[in-house]
């Protein structure tokens, strides 16, 4: 047994003295804050400005789509001038309107309204203050383009312009712009039937139908509300109407008397043991990884054959399955505090501004109820429970094809019906919460290399006690036969150079005593 710590000691503290493994720690909870507002900024700044060309034959339809987007345009710029004058210190031009956080209030506020109202929507005026870019710019139609020409024409001397062939003249976004889009309404389009005379849509981007979408929106408004006006009807009245939603309120006959109402963190607790079944294929997936390569390392440079002097193959493949178990363990317990720990300071942080009175967020409830999911549920204990149980199997499969193979190509040949395997529980994650204790949920519990991402998944529905206490004893009756069967394999293999051997022969090791 002391031979068995000494050599999980000598693994774990070889993982541990790697700057990849400290690296791996601390990028996540940086992932985490990076992945909600990197979205955001690469909408906002990763995408160049579109210039677009807009020909309306029908002569009544450009205005609306010029309002729609100019309306868009002023709303970017305000929200763009609220974070600028949200920045400590304030602006001077901007601070008689803003309210500084303080420590019980953290969110500063803008009176962007009181601003208007007292110096205009003149943004220039503010210095420091950078007008963002638009998102949609229109542009004269180029000069070799009649816009009352007949439609085909217009669209085969677009087309050069459209492929980039030519630019157009320099604009307030670019110097050299490409024209991203024409958009032309025919004459008729306003009393065309059954698409005889639809909008003509070019781009060569199919991707980004942020334009296309829009202007779709706002021809869609006007001609529904000239229909109801040929029919007699206010469209006022249809707008109240079709305004109304039938009221519904979600209740769970699982829950206490009086408290049955569904909310966000009912929501929240069917959906996020997603989220740790995939932290837990990774975390599964990359220990399993470790142990694999190291064995390999060890075997090609014969270090394999010191250790043994000193150790037997027993103690080697226990101490090395313990070893990387404790990195692993390590890791988790950071990636997991991490999120703990930003919940709870969320928590605080929104705590404090709503006894300050300040207006609540939509998303203000998320950092409790992410709190609470820890406190009231199994989902903490049961994924420690089941990152060791799934850990035993797969990290003693990747073992013992280690210490078959002398290379990682031989590995990878190897691996590849492995990781066919385990790409089946990424499969169903998203289809468990909807049905996490039907007919598939249930099939896939019971068998035991699937047991630990599948019961994962099904922890906060309340699974049945069969499924919970049945598909845990198998699995660890599994553990105990991947133990016994991996290492009689690796006794006689870890010494072995060459090809590894077939499948009739590893049979054939697991028969003789």
């Given at each position: 047994?002391?031979?068995?710590?000494?050599?999980?000691?000598?693994?774990?503290?070889?993982?541990?003295?790697?700057?990849?493994?400290?690296?791996?720690?601390?990028?996540?909870?940086?992932?985490?804050?990076?992945?909600?507002?990197?979205?955001?900024?690469?909408?906002?700044?990763?995408?160049?400005?579109?210039?677009?060309?807009?020909?309306?034959?029908?002569?009544?339809?450009?205005?609306?789509?010029?309002?729609?987007?100019?309306?868009?345009?002023?709303?970017?710029?305000?929200?763009?001038?609220?974070?600028?004058?949200?920045?400590?210190?304030?602006?001077?031009?901007?601070?008689?309107?803003?309210?500084?956080?303080?420590?019980?209030?953290?969110?500063?506020?803008?009176?962007?309204?009181?601003?208007k109202q007292k110096a205009g929507s003149n943004y220039t005026d503010v210095p420091g203050f950078t007008v963002p870019r638009a998102t949609w710019l229109e542009v004269p139609s180029p000069p070799d383009v009649a816009s009352d020409g007949p439609i085909p024409d217009i669209e085969n001397r677009l087309r050069p312009w459209l492929r980039g062939e030519k630019t157009l003249p320099a604009s307030q976004?670019?110097?050299?712009?490409?024209?991203?889009?024409?958009?032309?309404?025919?004459?008729?389009?306003?009393t065309a039937t059954n698409d005889s005379a639809p909008l003509?849509?070019?781009?060569?981007?199919?991707?980004?139908?942020?334009?296309?979408?829009?202007?779709?929106?706002?021809?869609?408004?006007?001609?529904?509300?000239?229909?109801?006006?040929?029919?007699?009807?206010?469209?006022?009245?249809?707008?109240?109407?079709?305004?109304?939603?039938?009221?519904?309120?979600?209740?769970?006959?699982?829950?206490?008397?009086?408290?049955?109402?569904?909310?966000?963190?009912?929501?929240?607790?069917?959906?996020?043991?997603?989220?740790?079944?995939?932290?837990?294929?990774?975390?599964?997936?990359?220990?399993?990884?470790?142990?694999?390569?190291?064995?390999?390392?060890?075997?090609?440079?014969?270090?394999?054959?010191?250790?043994?002097?000193?150790?037997?193959?027993?103690?080697?493949?226990?101490?090395?399955?313990?070893?990387?178990?404790?990195?692993?363990?390590?890791?988790?317990?950071?990636?997991?505090?991490?999120?703990?720990?930003?919940?709870?300071?969320?928590?605080?942080?929104?705590?404090?501004?709503?006894?300050?009175?300040a207006a609540a967020s939509n998303l203000a409830s998320v950092p409790t109820d992410v709190l609470s999911l820890f406190q009231t549920t199994w989902l903490l204990p049961g994924f420690a429970a089941y990152f060791i149980l799934g850990y035993i199997a797969y990290a003693t499969i990747f073992l013992t094809i280690g210490s078959l193979c002398s290379t990682l190509k031989d590995a990878q040949n190897l691996m590849g019906p492995l990781m066919l395997l385990l790409m089946v529980p990424l499969f169903l994650m998203p289809f468990i919460p909807k049905d996490p204790n039907g007919p598939i949920a249930t099939f896939f519990s019971w068998i035991p290399i699937y047991t630990p991402f599948i019961m994962m998944n099904r922890i906060t529905a309340s699974p049945?006690?069969?499924?919970?206490i049945g598909t845990t004893v198998l699995l660890v009756a599994f553990d105990v036969f991947i133990l016994w069967a991996c290492g009689r394999i690796f006794r006689l293999a870890i010494l072995r150079t060459g090809q590894p051997p077939r499948i009739v022969e590893l049979f054939r090791w697991l028969r003789n005593r």
């Open positions: 047994m002391r031979y068995l710590w000494l050599v999980g000691w000598r693994e774990f503290m070889e993982n541990a003295r790697t700057k990849g493994f400290w690296l791996g720690i601390f990028l996540f909870p940086v992932i985490i804050l990076v992945s909600g507002s990197l979205p955001v900024l690469l909408a906002k700044k990763g995408v160049s400005t579109r210039h677009y060309v807009l020909i309306d034959q029908a002569g009544e339809f450009a205005p609306l789509i010029r309002d729609s987007l100019d309306r868009r345009r002023a709303s970017e710029i305000d929200e763009a001038l609220t974070s600028f004058a949200r920045r400590s210190p304030a602006p001077a031009a901007l601070a008689p309107y803003v309210t500084p956080g303080s420590s019980n209030r953290p969110v500063t506020s803008f009176d962007l309204t009181g601003w976004a670019s110097p050299n712009p490409k024209l991203f889009a024409a958009v032309i309404i025919p004459k008729d389009y306003a003509r849509y070019w781009s060569d981007n199919t991707a980004d139908t942020g334009l296309r979408d829009s202007i779709q929106r706002v021809l869609s408004d006007e001609l529904r509300r000239r229909e109801y006006q040929a029919l007699g009807v206010d469209p006022a009245v249809i707008a109240r109407v079709e305004s109304r939603r039938a009221p519904v309120t979600d209740l769970n006959p699982r829950k206490a008397e009086g408290e049955e109402k569904v909310g966000l963190a009912d929501r929240l607790r069917q959906w996020a043991p997603s989220f740790f079944v995939y932290l837990l294929w990774v975390s599964i997936l990359v220990v399993s990884q470790m142990l694999l390569n190291s064995v390999i390392e060890e075997k090609s440079n014969r270090i394999i054959e010191v250790l043994l002097s000193s150790v037997t193959p027993g103690e080697l493949m226990l101490g090395k399955l313990l070893g990387v178990a404790l990195t692993g363990g390590v890791m988790m317990s950071a990636w997991i505090g991490s999120i703990a720990g930003m919940a709870f300071v969320q928590a605080r942080i929104f705590a404090s501004a709503a006894a300050s009175g049945p006690l069969l499924d919970v």
